[in-house]
Nanobody, 127 residues
Framework: QVQLVESGGGLVQAGGSLTLSCAAF????????MAWFRQAPGKEREFVAT????????YYAVSVQGRFTISRDNAKNTVYLQMNSAKPEDTAVYYC????????????????????WGQGTQVTVSS
């Protein structure tokens, strides 16, 4: 069993930067893939980015590609999301997710591929 705890959310001005963290509590082999999703008011939860155990494979949603960077530090059992050039459209509750084991790469952006979820952290980008 894995518990995920997000932190780092807050208010940032458009064009600014913010870094989110997600600490995983549990066995390291239970977090083969870790990802970030977000949900804005009135919208469905959408995929943001994912990363495998070694960090050698990453995948981003088109909407954040080139602006956000996902990384992980397994020694600290933590995954990060560095948000640069923030836009008001990035305003949402950001959720950390983890898979119990391997996933289907073709469905890496699907919520169904992840077994554990954090409580979420609010990110607000002001204009």
């Amino acid at each position: 069993q894995v518990q995920l705890v997000e932190s780092g959310g807050g208010l940032v001005q458009a064009g600014g930067s913010l870094t989110l963290s997600c600490a995983a509590f549990g066995r390291s082999f239970s977090t083969a893939y870790m990802a970030w999703f977000r949900q804005a008011p009135g919208k469905e939860r959408e995929f943001v980015a994912t990363i495998n155990w070694s960090g050698g494979s990453t995948y981003y949603a088109v909407s954040v590609q080139g602006r956000f960077t996902i990384s992980r530090d397994n020694a600290k059992n933590t995954v990060y999301l560095q948000m640069n050039s923030a836009k008001p459209e990035d305003t949402a509750v950001y959720y950390c997710a983890a898979s119990r084991g391997g996933i289907s790469w073709s469905r890496r952006g699907s919520r169904d591929e992840y077994n554990y979820w954090g409580q979420g952290t609010q990110v607000t980008v002001s204009s």
